[in-house]
């Protein structure tokens, strides 16, 4: 089996949050408690009554992704995604390539529950690997070993070939070479897509404290950027080339569909506690945002549908925003005319022109993108250029 | 008209919370002034930013009707005067309108420095002075030590003070007695001699035009009256006169010894010299009376529209403030790195950070200030004089033969736990010691100062340094000659404007270096390197280097990062909206002030 062949114009995905873990990572800002053994069973059905809600209100999309986030969804019973994927399929028609991914942590992989997950309907397997090196996977407080992570990874492609893994480097003290090293045995694994994120300090995390109290020092922007710029040359050596600032994949077939609808400027419903969601409604595009806490979010489901605490109208103003920030991180870029028509403004052509003779920007047939280079500043170059 | 045997003109002497618009309020009070509906808080207090603060900025007067013990009816004059040193000539002038003064300590904290310049001051117009304990409800009040304090660093009788809480009523009877009895009636004074009457201020209502408090000395001022301003020359009929009781209220005439206002057709409060007298202009007086001196400007700082669009706005604005405030100067300045905008000169710092909020609050205008100058005397080598009000004019130094800078006499009071942060902070600023004296507890301390080391951050550090306990005063001196040099701030190779000052020479590396390190903070990272200089002409004295941005992208960034990333981005807008482009390199407002911000010293 292949990954998604061609990617349809409109994309429309869910994202289903599940919010708990066996143990809560030191560097995690998410939405996640810790998972002891609850009855999940209340949650469970909110979910699945959160996803009618939101249908009975939307009309005429097709569904092209489904993904399991969290939190661990390797922790769910394999019968609950069953009955998403069947919810969803119900009240949405699914596209015929639709995606559907599950986040895992290595040592929840099993034969048999990685049987149960293909039973079910998942087709994409995102590793919560995080390093292949013992000594890190202890500092980033991981609870398997790189050598379980290994048999994970072998694992999970005998059975999803679509198999991603995720590995957090920057970490302090890393050096180039170390780095270069240890994502060279990753690439070796095979998997035909990998995110590789620098490891960041978010603000209340135990990491975050554990820098306050001088524990360890982050590593300095100019060894980040160092490190980043030679893993982009590293992967696209061995045929895995960046599609989006920290998304890798060894060809179209492989980019992530779901993940694409957020850079794409798509739509999709943010399901469970704390989700995020975007829709295009009669009164503009649309963020809604689940709530929070567990229990407000089932009695939110129960009382009003969806398990929405907010739901906002943005501008067209903020809209060209979100579709920028999210836009340039994405190797296909945004639509200038489409973006300029919901500012009702231009972009900033004097900013363009310079961030182009940086060989930071590109514009071709319509489209601005950010190179390599410019990806080093996206977050900036995105300010720089609204108006 | 009332017989001046039964009037009493009197101020309240007070440090900032002692006490003195609470007492005032009670007294109104009392006198009945006011239903109790009608006392709003800190009544005498009526601008914004006074009551805010607790601070009186203009004169007021409130005349308050009393029937005392000994069953005779009086009319009690109460001229509030501000209690800051930066409008310590208005005290003057409400001093000089008064024959005594109730002298307000709070019972807990004792004397400060304010009070102390303020009843010197009163002493020295021959004040009758009734000393008042406020707060004695208060656990701290200490009445024994504070009246020895009183009678040892004041050196006036404190043993037959009056004792009061003004916030809880105690006392106030007793106080409104002592005035009557303690404190003399005016002491001259002929109701059939020609008018003669001290324009003691002026201020403009949007009521009642510009209304002119005066205090009458001999003759009778009535409506319809045409007087004349001696000093001005101006002619005006009155159309009014009154006295606040509190609220204004007309009267048929103001006799001598009385204190009222005047309304005429005046224009704008300039039209009045304050302490100029007023007679009638048929049959005027022959002698004037003694003016009171002109106020100069003493601290100078820039100010510039955040929009350029804005400049017109700022200028109308600044007309309006005038119209109430006739020491608030202004000429206009063009900066290479702010644009069009005002150089304005201030009383002192408080006025300047007065006349700065109201621009901002009641006009909504978006300014930018720089950081406040002194007025410097230059003379040429050709012996011309200059006045320099502005570092960005200063002459070519070999057309200079000596620059002067103004000197303050700095009195500051305080607990004798931080005098020794307190004596580092003036030897850092170039000070001189001249008085070090000891009382209960307390420290007085006198020095020599260059303003141009107060003007911007003294106040502040000496506030934070002796957790707000020591009080300071000053008066300007004299201007002595300096080894003062220009120094010029480069960003990015080019001289900032707005940023240079004049610094000893002997502290300028010093400066220099803490300046290009505040900038550095400052400044923004762009995408290439900015250095930064200070320099004295050619010769560079300190040097940092901003280094460039290279990398500013968020690692992971999903569907649910979106509205947090775009807010973000807000605040990166904002921040660019308060950005000058000087240059290539983009400066935020802030800097222009901040960079001179001395930490630590």
Redesign the interface.
Known sequence: MSGSPRLPDELFGI?VHWPYCAKICPYCDFNVYAAKSRDTSALEAAILKDIEGYAAGLTGRTLTSLYFGGGTPSLCAPSFLSEVIETSAVQFEPDGDIEITLEANPEDITPERLKAWKAAGVNRLSLGVQALNDDALRFLGRNHTSDEARKAIDAALNVFPNTSIDLIYARPGQSIHAWLEELDSALSKGTPHLSL????IKEKTAFAKQVEREQFIPLG??E??DL?IETLKLTAKRGLPAYE??NHARSEDYCSRH?L??WLNGE?L?IGP?????LELPDGRT?T?AEQRVPDYISAVEERGTGSAETFSLTGI?AA??AV??GL?SKRGVDRASVEARLGAPLNARKLESFTE?GQLLEEAGRISLTEKG??????I??EI?P | MTDKSHIRNFSIIAHIDHGKSTLADRLIQKCGGLTDREMKEQVLDSMDIERERGITIKAQTVRLNYTAKDGEDYVLNLMDTPGHVDFAYEVSRCLAACEGSLLVVDASQGVEAQTLANVYQAIDQDHEIVPVLNKIDLPAADIERVSEQIEDVIGIDASDAVQISAKTGIGIEDVLEAIVTRLPAPHEGDRDKPLKASLVDAYYDPYLGVVVIVRIIDGVMKKKQKVKMMRTGATYELDNVGVFAPKPTYVDELGPGEVGFMIASIKEVADCAIGDTITTEKNPTTTALKGYKDVQPVVFCGLFPVDAGDFDDLRAAMGKLRLNDASFTWEMETSAALGMGFRCGFLGLLHLEIIQERLSREFDLDLIATAPSVVYELTMTDGTDYELHNPADMPEVTKIKEVREPWINATIYTPDEYLGAILKLCQDRRGIQTELTYVGGRAMIKYELPLNEVVFDFYDRLKSISRGYASFDYEIVEHRAENLVKMNILVNDEPVDALAMLVHRDRAEGRGRQMCERLKELIPRQ?FKIPIQAAIGAKVIARETISA????????????D??R??K??DK??AG?QRMRQFGKVEIPQEAFVAALRMDGD
């Open positions: 994202y994120y620098e490891l960041t922007e100019d980040q950027a980043y600032v920290s993940n609808t957020y999709w943010g704390g989700a995020e969601g975007k963020t945002i903020e925003e979100e920030i999210l991180r940086n990806w080093l500043l996206a977050d900036y995105a300010g609204l | 995408q941005v290279r990398k500013d992208v968020t690692a992971k960034c999903y569907g649910g979106a509205t990333k775009r973000l981005l990166q807008k660019k």
